[in-house]
Structure formats: C-alpha cells, structure tokens
C-alpha cells in the first residue's frame, strides 16, 4: 500500500522534440541519453482509502500545478477505478529548470506507483507508461546509455553500455533558476505546427541516432561530441524557427558554448548540450572532470556548478 522509488534524471545526446501523436504522447523520433547517478528524484506513493483525492506534496509543499499529470501517470499505472493515493516527491536538484527533472519524477512515479497498487508491471511495461506521461521519462527506467525507439505504436526503451561501461562525466552549468516560460511539450508542439525546418529534422534524425549509437558503442567521445553538438544545435534552430520562436538561452549559456569551444581547441575531450532551459551540460572523460568544471564556474554568468556521473536506472528503496 505505499512503495518508495528513486530515479535519476537523463541526458539526451541525441534529442526528442516533437510529437507524433499528442494524445498518446508517442514522439515523433527516437533519442539517445545518458542517465546520470548524483542527482535523484524519489517518489513516495501511498494509498489511502481516506482519501477523496489524489494529493502531492513537492519538497515539503502542496503542488497543484502538476496534480493532474500525476493523477494520470496513476491513472496509467493502476486504472481509473483505483483509490487515490497521497504522492510525496523530493529532489536534491533544482527542479523545473531545464534540468530534466520530470523525466526523473515519472520514471520514479511509475515504479512505485506499480508497487504500491500491485500491478507487478515489467520494466518495458513501466518504461512505456512512463513515456505517456512524458517522454523522456521512459529512458530514466534503465541506466547508462539508454536509446528509445519509436515504434509503430508504442516505444521502447534499450540500454546501449551501462554506466561503468564508459564512465563519463556530466558538468552542468546552472545560468538561471526558475521554471522556463514555454514546458518542452507545448513548445514541441508549436514547433511541429510552425516551424519550416521541423520536417527535416524528423527526417534526419534516423542518421543522427544511426551515427550516435555507433560512437557510443565504440566509446568514441570525438565522433559522439560531434552528432551530439549537431543534433542539440539542429533541435535550438527548430525552436528559434517556430513561431512565436522559442529561446531558452541566455547570454550565459551561449559563454559557456565560447568556454566549451575554447577547452577543446586545447585538445579537451569535451562537449555540451543544451535542453528546453538555459543551462549547459558538459559531457566529458572522468580525467577531465575538473578542468570543465573549472572554466565553467569561471564563465560569466554561471551561478553554480554540478557534476555527476552516469549511474543506474530507476528503483524501488522500500516496499
Ligand atoms: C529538450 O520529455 O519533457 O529535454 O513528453 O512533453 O513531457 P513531454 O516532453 P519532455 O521533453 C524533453 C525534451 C528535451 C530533449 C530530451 O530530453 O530528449
């Protein structure tokens, strides 16, 4: 009757921005993450018959705005006829901030969400029904290098290396706080309505995945950094060709993209990516770590410094 799960965010190297069907929330292309170990979510499901209506608690305070996705995730999980269930969620990063933390919240939700109504769901069963609620949430299921395939009528999640496969790093440079003006659905949503580069991109993203997957298998940081930067830049000009345009960027993260430039024109293993948020992830070899995590901080306009490696899928803590 109450189950604790925990999961971490992921990282997209390759990137999901569009959807092919809104309602079910199937996207309009596959992805390639990683899934980070230092920064979590846990979710905390409990039933209780007393209850008229679900209720969340968001780090120690009531969250309406998101109630209703979490009632559906519930819904999703357990069926429409189930009791309502007191959902409490805690993060130890900023969440709402382009830091991918509702891929993280679901991930966590569904898993125990499934213990606590009994359910006994598998993980491609969690992943899928994690992926309706949001999409990149299906990939926080498993750990590592996660590839989600976008099939005919539903997704699937695959591990492509675990974590301690190739142990890379994840700097991430925080340049603003607060919750973005435009969620990552709605703005995909006007891209695929407005933007005169969306069908290309849809149209070529099999050759980014294609090219990705291989460099992730072959560890090839060079070859992963150059489709990785690529496919980030390809999805910011979708964003900055619909209309109204959308721009997550401030002039700190385009300073961190100049210091990323800068590592590597010194011969840095280094890449970065940006999501529906201003903040920078830099991807790079354990040995390095320091190095980006220094020119970062020293870029104008960051505010705060995280660094994670790359760790396992979602969890269950307790039962
Ligand atoms: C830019 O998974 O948040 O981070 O399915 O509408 O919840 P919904 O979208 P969401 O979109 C993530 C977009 C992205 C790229 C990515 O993580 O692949």
Redesign the pocket.
């Known amino acids: 009757m109450r189950a604790i799960a925990r999961a971490q965010p992921?990282?997209?190297l390759i990137?999901?921005?569009g959807?092919r069907d809104p309602i079910r929330?199937l996207?309009a292309v596959g992805?390639i993450?990683v899934t980070l170990s230092d920064l979590f979510t846990e979710m905390d499901v409990e039933i209780d018959d007393a209850l008229n209506d679900d209720v969340l608690i968001v780090n120690g305070q009531d969250d309406n705005a998101m109630l209703a996705r979490v009632s559906s995730c519930l819904d999703n999980v357990a069926g429409k006829d189930r009791s309502a269930g007191r959902v409490t969620s805690k993060s130890n990063f900023p969440i709402a901030a382009?830091l991918?933390s509702?891929?993280a919240a679901f991930a966590a939700l569904v898993v125990a969400a499934d213990a606590a109504y009994g359910q006994a769901l598998n993980r491609a069963q969690q992943a899928s029904l994690a992926?309706r609620?949001?999409?990149?949430?299906a990939?926080s299921l498993l750990g590592g290098f996660v590839e989600l395939e976008n099939h005919r009528d539903d997704i699937v999640v695959k591990s492509l290396l675990d974590a301690d496969d190739w142990p890379l790093k994840v700097v991430i440079a925080i340049t603003a706080s607060g919750p973005k003006a435009v969620?990552?659905?709605d703005a995909?949503e006007i891209s695929r309505k407005t933007s005169p580069f969306y069908d290309r991109w849809v149209e070529q993203q099999a050759a980014d995945l294609a090219e990705a997957r291989v460099a992730v298998l072959d560890r090839d940081l060079p070859k992963l950094a150059s489709i990785a930067e690529h496919n980030c830049l390809k999805?910011h000009s979708v964003m900055w060709g619909s209309r109204p345009p959308m721009i997550y960027w401030n002039s700190a993260t385009i300073a961190c993209m100049q210091s990323i430039r800068e590592l590597q024109s010194h011969g840095v293993a280094v890449f970065f990516t940006i999501?529906?948020g201003p903040q920078v992830k830099a991807i790079c070899a354990a040995e390095d770590e320091q190095t980006v995590r220094q020119a970062l901080i020293a870029t104008t306009g960051v505010v705060e410094v995280i660094v994670s490696g790359l760790g396992e899928g979602a969890k269950l803590v307790t039962a």
């Not at 609620?133 to 949430?137: K, R, V």
């Open positions: 992921n990282i997209a990137k999901y921005w959807k929330n996207p992805s993450s382009g991918a509702s891929a992926g609620t949001s999409g990149s949430a990939r969620s990552s659905g995909m999805m999501d529906a």
